[in-house]
């Protein structure tokens, strides 16, 4: 057998605090479609940077047809031939698609652009794949899909030996789907290398001859399409035994009975949602009760919590809580209405780097008292002693900046703010996300004594599991949609999977 | 003169490229041009360049495509008038400079220069002060922008002035840049330094004596008596100074030059030889005198 | 940038420069001081005269106080994670509708003086709104007042230099109370009237966190539009109340002149006293040993006999060099570079 | 679905020239009204010394348009001018061929450029405050170069900077026009012709993306700068053309001007989008207000600086209101 064309063994990288890779091998070989598979966070995105020298690898070594190679950008990986169209649609907006497509390697006569040749070679490139744009507007009016498009007929442009593709398909339509697999297909042919994510198993089934699975930044294994059956892919990016045959197998759920539907709900949606973001949703959600949202990536849970929240204004349905109607235009009318969210990107959303863990705790409740009726220093630090021993937050001292705590330390203070406000609802999005198993399970433990105390909660965990520990109803969505809803014993990992993989989009 | 320019049909239109307007004499100067010009039927336009060369040059060089008959320019430095007024010369509208002069390596560039004589000036002070200070003391000089002609001149014209009494030290030499302020700032550092050391002080104009005199009452000094002030200008403030008893003698430089740059101008335009320079004849001004002056003071 | 976890740490330098500490702007401080003590002489004389302390150090604090007023108001935008260009136009506006009105005679001093503030704050209102409500970056939506405030103040004043012999606008800037420049006084009432606001209330709060973290900030209900009004207001007001002080000063509203490159020392004094212009923590302390530092450098050089024109070349280096502290990367390489000389010796 | 119709519809709405065509109307209105008012203001002689007037701020504001596109921002600009101009001046006096004295010039102007730039990127300091002490520090060596203003003696430049190119009517374009015309030509040839100019684009359009795209990020952004450098370089070899003399002075809030000429001029202050063509309209008002200031002569001059401020303001208002639909939510 001839040797890989790209071999990574022990790739290792550490973001600060955070364990994004350990370890990890991968190998692709000419003419081969590789699948790489895992959940949100998982690593993915990751490895293909270090892969080509977006991010230097903290250990490990990446051998190019049997050399060793360590690209310090995409520039030189570009060099030795590795092309790549990263997750986030990296292109310029304020540049006409021509010049997206040939940014840099542009064709020149005496170091000036040969205009035309440009143009051509642009409308050529997306001929290919089906396109028929005029390539001098602006790439910033065009539609995200349009825009992927582009961003992949770049990385088809050059002669590369390996075509790395970072969710290529996230935006695109049927058609266009097909229309780039067809591609793919041809360019394997001709030996190319391939390396691409996605989250629909479909097109893994369609298009991909191994399958890479990464989990918790580590390899799971890699596998013959062929002998990875569908539900054991999902086992092994879940990290769990996964039987839909027999769910008596299925962690046993709390069995605490959903409040009687008699009671007014808490907060109840009809028809809510929100043009080129969320599809209209029902909702309703009593107090004392926790309401799961599951769905795979990008189906819109988070989304839906904006909405609800009034960081995204909904532009259809109503909207009623405790029965009356109200519409909520701001996170401060969300607040005042007794809600609270705990977003799910920690780092742009939750936390205050530079201000203290105690500052950090009680800023929600000072802002709800406005700006002159400061909280008493022994009222700010008996609440921040309260909640950093009431939940076990690690930190040296309450006086500590946020940004030295660790992930899972830094989410328990985010809790404790949202906490503080006693809200009435609280929507809690990934609340367990990159934190470790000690911190999740007493997570977990809060957010079944604030069920306790008549707090309502949603919550949205990628983790199904952990829905059906904690959840006594759970919505299912599917592409910016509700497609269903389950209750009591039917909340099973297996149930909801099964719910996602037959409906019919 | 005033019955050619009745005999034309069309009245003059004179460009006046002003410096800016940075101290109370500037000003003065302005007005004296912008009345004189009403009070003759001349049009005027004025521009004022906000201290910047580079603004002069381009406002001469709008006079001239606007085809003014003359133009007056007080320059704001020395240097680099010479391919704009070659423009003006082409054509063939004369230059009148007012209040200070420029080199240029041909004299044919401008009709005239209407100026004090700052050498005398500074020349006046010294010998004024020699005469209080009887020929001894330490002095401290506030000089102006550094590489404007009256800073260099005043500071020549003074030096000159003092070499007759060996006794008189110029003991630190600063710019306060003409203003106010810094005069004031500079002062202050220099009391600092020099302490009682400190006899007199001489400035290249009134602002910044009036500001080195805040700075020696803060000193807790008396100027006017402890410590002797000269400067250059006579504007009112320096007047009113002189009244409080403050500043000892100002040497007065003429700002209302406005009649005679329109002689020149009216002559320029007849086509008459004008003398290279006029000067503007100063006269001392000190307490004695100011109180009796400072009613007909017209700036 | 300042969280790319992709950078690496240094420890050891780090821990002599955490963000915000007054160390560093209190050894530079030090430094120039010590460097006077060597020599300048009678630099650190006091004495008393007509019931005024008199000497060096308290000029530095009076000459410094438009500077310190600027750096107050400056202090807040930066933690907002903007900057006023414009503070330095404000001066000479508020000086000269003081000016103007006071010398008109007419016109009762304190309402002269509102005036003058009024108009500063509103001036201020109208950055915040550009900035915070048109959301325009702040160095271009503060430039249109920087380039316009001074031609608006020409006009007021008519192109004239207006000057004034009001006692008490006389006095604001000259005066003294208990021996010391009163201006020192309007400098410590103002500080002190804002670290009370931002520490007692949860003004201080609110603002760290907008210019920490402006979407988080959100989330808790706290307006980042309302902050920043705020913040570009209070920074004309006291931008207003420097110009009335540099107006006072001379007794004449020089409009074409006062406030001329003040928005840069104010700015300087900000960041050398140790906020960060990216926003978040600020330290109105640090900022006013900031402002004393680079006053003290400036009286320095006086000192010197060097010429103020070219005065802005030391200045500059230290800046610079300031700025470089401030970037973890250049600590890194500096700390490398440390050691490397250690282990060579 | 993508079409040829999505496109186009498109690139009417987002058209790139829009901003382009505003200024151009803004011109046309301020011309043809000045021109009106005032007698003798619509000749060719007027509309040259536009150029021949405004060539050093046109050629700096060049310079200023590159870094802006980078996303950037440079305040030393003027002092480089009044240094490098000293600089020539006084070289000059000491007997320095012109030619070997401009090349110092064009050299130290770029390396210093390409100095900043190398701090800004490598140690990611704002642009703002690095350019700043490089203004401090370049007024500042001005004067250490020159307390006062240098005149200019040699019998070459006295040739050059009498030379016009003749065009109508017994006008001419003075050889700083020319100057200032070859580099704004110069300048739309790097921006929208040499893959330099695009990578600046991608850079200020979106530095991250530019980065994962294979750009060299580092060389263009110091590039940008060093660029400047060398306008400002050259602006200050205009400048003693113009004046015939060296002036430390000089300058003096050039920078502001520049940027207010490149804004006005279309140009996105957040980088990315413009052009080097819609400065040179931009300089053109810029210099029309002034010149109508002159030949109206009654009004005081600072209601230039107003005026300016408020193109300023309905320029980036009309930016915003551009820019903001193009901006589709990415990701
Ligand atoms: N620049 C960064 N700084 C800090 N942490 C990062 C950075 N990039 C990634 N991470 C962290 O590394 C982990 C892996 O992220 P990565 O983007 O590789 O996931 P992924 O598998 O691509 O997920 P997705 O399916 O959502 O794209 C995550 O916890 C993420 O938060
Ligand atoms: N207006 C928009 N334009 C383009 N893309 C969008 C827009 N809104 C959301 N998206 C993208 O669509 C997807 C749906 O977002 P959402 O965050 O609601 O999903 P989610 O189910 O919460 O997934 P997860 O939290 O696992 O990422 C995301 O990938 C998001 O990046
Ligand atoms: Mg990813
Ligand atoms: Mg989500």
């Keep these: 057998m001839s040797p890989p064309l790209l071999e990574a063994r022990g790739i290792s990288k550490a973001f600060r605090g955070a364990q994004a890779l350990s370890g990890v091998d991968l190998t692709l070989r000419e003419g081969e479609i590789h699948a790489l598979m895992g959940e949100n966070g998982a690593g993915k995105s990751t490895l293909i940077k270090v892969l080509t020298g977006v991010h230097p690898p903290d250990a490990g070594t990446i051998q190019w047809e049997g050399r060793p190679i360590q690209p310090r950008t995409p520039h030189e990986a570009e060099g030795h031939g590795i092309s790549t169209v990263y997750q986030e649609v990296n292109l310029v907006p304020n540049l006409s698609i021509a010049d997206n497509l040939l940014l840099g390697r542009q064709p020149t006569r005496l170091g000036l652009i040969r205009g035309g040749e440009v143009r051509r070679r642009a409308s050529a490139s997306l001929t290919r794949l089906g396109l028929d744009l005029d390539v001098r507007a602006p790439l910033g009016s065009c539609s995200l899909a349009v825009q992927q498009m582009v961003a992949i007929a770049r990385a088809l442009d050059i002669q590369a030996r390996l075509l790395i593709l970072d969710e290529p398909t996230s935006s695109l339509d049927e058609r266009e789907v097909a229309t780039l697999f067809s591609l793919l297909g041809r360019l394997k042919e001709k030996g190319l290398a391939i390396l691409f994510v996605t989250h629909f198993l479909d097109q893994v089934y369609a298009l991909a001859d191994r399958i890479t699975v990464l989990r918790n930044g580590a390899r799971v294994g890699d596998y013959p399409v062929a002998e990875l059956p569908r539900l054991r892919l999902i086992e092994a990016m879940l990290g769990r035994e996964f039987h839909p045959v027999s769910p008596a197998t299925d962690a046993p759920r709390s069995d605490s009975p959903t409040p009687p539907e008699a009671f007014t709900p808490l907060l109840e949606a009809r028809g809510l949602g929100r043009s080129g973001g969320m599809n209209p949703v029902d909702l309703s959600i009593h107090p004392g009760e926790i309401l799961g949202l599951s769905g795979l990536l990008g189906s819109g849970r988070t989304e839906t919590a904006r909405m609800l929240f009034g960081v995204d204004r909904p532009d259809q349905g109503s909207l009623r809580i405790n029965g009356a109607e109200q519409e909520i235009r701001s996170p401060r009318e969300g607040l005042r209405l007794g809600l609270a969210y705990c977003a799910e990107d920690r780092k742009a959303e939750g936390i205050i780097p530079n201000l203290s863990v105690r500052e950090n705790l009680i800023l929600a409740v000072q802002a709800g008292r406005g700006p002159l009726r400061l909280m008493g220093r022994a009222e700010q630090e008996t609440l921040a002693d309260h909640y950093i021993r009431a939940l076990n937050i690690r930190t040296a001292s309450r006086e500590t900046p946020i940004r030295n705590l660790s992930g899972g330390n830094q989410q328990k203070v985010l809790l404790a703010r949202w906490l503080a406000l006693q809200p009435k609802l609280i929507l809690l999005d990934e609340p367990t996300r990159g934190i470790d198993v000690g911190a999740k399970a007493e997570i977990e433990r809060l957010v079944a004594s604030l069920r306790g105390a008549g707090t309502a909660v949603l919550f949205i965990s990628s983790d199904l599991e952990e829905m059906v520990r904690n959840c006594q109803r759970v919505a299912v969505l599917k592409d910016r949609r509700k497609i269903g809803e389950l209750a009591g014993a039917d909340i099973t990992p297996s149930g909801i999977m099964r719910l996602i993989a037959h409906h019919e989009g | 003169p005033a019955a050619r320019a009745a005999a034309r049909t069309k009245p003059l239109t004179v460009g006046f490229a002003q410096v800016g307007a940075e101290s109370a004499w500037r000003t003065a100067e302005t007005e004296s041009i912008k009345g004189e010009a009403s009070k003759r039927g001349i049009t005027l336009k004025f521009s004022d360049a906000q201290g910047k060369q580079e603004n002069q040059i381009k406002a001469v060089r709008g006079f001239i495509a606007q085809g003014v008959d003359a133009i007056i320019l007080a320059p704001v430095v020395e240097t680099g008038w010479e391919p704009v007024l070659r423009d003006a010369k082409r054509a063939r509208i004369p230059v009148v400079l007012v209040d200070r002069g420029i080199k240029v390596s041909d004299d044919s560039l401008f009709a005239t220069l209407i100026a004090s004589d700052f050498i005398a000036e500074g020349r006046m002070a010294a010998e004024w002060l020699s005469r209080k200070l009887n020929g001894k003391g330490n002095i401290v000089e506030l000089q102006g922008t550094p590489g404007a002609a009256p800073a260099i001149d005043r500071k020549k014209g003074f030096e000159a002035g003092i070499a007759s009494a060996p006794g008189l030290k110029i003991i630190a030499s600063q710019s306060g840049d003409f203003r106010r302020a810094t005069g004031k700032e500079v002062m202050e550092a220099l009391l600092k330094k020099h302490g009682t050391e400190i006899q007199a002080v001489y400035a290249h104009n009134d602002d910044m004596a009036i500001g080195a005199i805040q700075a020696i009452e803060e000193s807790g000094r008396k100027p006017g008596s402890e410590v002797v002030v000269v400067s250059i200008d006579g504007v009112r403030g320096a007047f009113e100074s002189m009244v409080a008893g403050k500043l000892n003698c100002t040497v007065e430089c003429n700002p209302l030059l406005g009649p005679l740059a329109y002689d020149a101008v009216e002559k320029a335009v007849a086509g008459e030889k004008l003398p290279r320079k006029t000067v503007v004849p100063d006269r001392v001004y000190e307490q004695s005198t100011a109180r009796a002056s400072i009613g007909s003071r017209q700036y | ?345 | 679905m993508a079409s040829l119709k999505e496109g186009r519809r498109v690139k009417l709405r987002h058209s790139r020239s829009l901003p382009l065509l505003a200024t151009t109307g803004v011109l046309a209105i301020l011309y043809t009204s000045a021109s009106l008012l005032y007698p003798g203001f619509f000749t060719v002689r007027v509309f040259l010394n536009l150029l021949g007037d405004n060539a050093f701020l046109g050629i700096t504001a060049i310079g200023m348009t590159f870094v802006i596109l980078s996303g950037g921002i440079d305040l030393s600009v003027g002092a480089v001018v009044a240094f490098t101009g000293t600089l020539i001046a006084s070289l000059l006096t000491r007997g320095t061929p012109p030619g070997w004295a401009m090349l110092l010039a064009l050299a130290i102007g770029s390396t210093f450029g390409g100095a900043m730039g190398f701090l800004i990127h490598r140690y990611e300091l704002p642009p703002f405050l690095v350019t700043l002490g490089g203004m401090f520090f370049a007024r500042g060596m001005s004067f250490v170069v020159s307390k006062e203003s240098v005149g200019i003696t040699h019998p070459l430049y006295q040739q050059a900077s009498d030379f016009g190119l003749p065009v109508a009517g017994g006008a001419s374009l003075p050889l700083t026009g020319i100057l200032f015309l070859g580099v704004v030509a110069l300048g739309v040839t790097v921006a929208h012709g040499t893959r330099f100019g695009r990578n600046l684009y991608a850079l200020g359009g979106n530095e991250a993306s530019a980065r994962l795209m294979g750009l060299p990020v580092g060389g263009v952004k110091i590039a940008a700068y060093a660029l400047n450098g060398f306008c400002s370089a050259l602006a200050g070899i205009v400048a003693t053309l113009y004046m015939g003399s060296g002036n430390p002075a000089m300058g003096f809030g050039l920078e502001l001007d520049a940027i207010a000429s490149v804004v006005i001029g279309g140009t996105l202050l957040t980088g990315g989008a413009g052009s080097p063509a819609g400065t040179l309209v931009g300089v053109l008002i810029f210099g029309t207000l002034q010149t109508a200031l002159v030949f109206d002569g009654r009004l005081n001059s600072w209601w230039l600086r107003i005026a300016v401020g408020l193109l300023l303001l309905l320029f980036i208002l009309l930016q915003r209101v551009l820019s903001r639909p193009a901006g589709a939510r990415h990701p």
């Design chain 3, 1 to 345: 940038m300042k969280d790319d976890p992709t950078l690496p740490r240094q420890p050891r330098l780090r821990a002599w420069f955490p963000g915000g500490s007054l160390l560093w702007p209190l050894a530079g401080l030090g430094a120039l001081l010590l460097f006077n003590l060597v020599f300048a002489t009678g630099f650190f004389r006091l004495e008393l005269r007509d019931g005024h302390v008199y000497g060096t150090l308290v000029d530095i604090l009076n000459q410094g106080s438009k500077a310190m007023l600027l750096s107050i108001g400056m202090t807040l935008v930066i933690a907002s994670g903007g900057v006023d260009l414009s503070v330095g136009s404000l001066m000479a506006i508020s000086g000269a509708v003081a000016a103007t009105a006071v010398a008109k005679g007419t016109v009762p001093f304190g309402a002269a003086v509102g005036a003058a503030l009024a108009a500063g704050g509103f001036a201020g209102l109208c950055n915040g709104f550009l900035v915070a409500v048109v959301r325009i970056q702040p160095i271009v939506a503060t430039l249109i007042l920087m380039v316009a405030g001074r031609g608006i103040a020409m006009l007021l004043t008519d192109g004239q230099i207006v000057t004034f012999e009001h006692p008490a606008f006389v006095f604001l800037g000259n005066g003294h109370l208990a021996g010391l420049p009163f201006t020192l006084f309007l400098v410590l009432l103002s500080l002190g009237a804002t670290a009370l606001v931002m520490r007692r209330t949860a003004a201080g709060l609110f603002l760290e966190s907008v210019g920490d973290n402006e979407r988080a900030a959100a989330l808790c209900g706290i307006s980042g539009t309302r902050v920043k009004l705020w913040v570009y207001a209070f920074s004309g007001l006291c931008a207003a109340l420097a110009g009335l002080v540099a107006t006072s000063n001379v007794k004449a509203a020089d409009s074409s002149r006062v406030g001329e490159m003040m928005e840069l020392d104010a700015i300087f004094a900000v960041v050398v006293g140790g906020t960060s212009l990216t926003g978040g923590r600020f330290t109105l302390l640090g900022s006013l040993i900031g402002a004393i530092l680079i006053q003290t450098l400036t009286t320095t050089l006086y000192n010197l006999g060097l010429e103020p024109a070219i005065a802005p070349v030391p200045k500059a280096i230290v800046v610079v060099g300031v700025c470089l502290l401030q970037s973890s990367r250049f600590r890194g390489e500096l700390s490398g570079w440390l050691r490397s000389r250690r282990a060579a010796a």
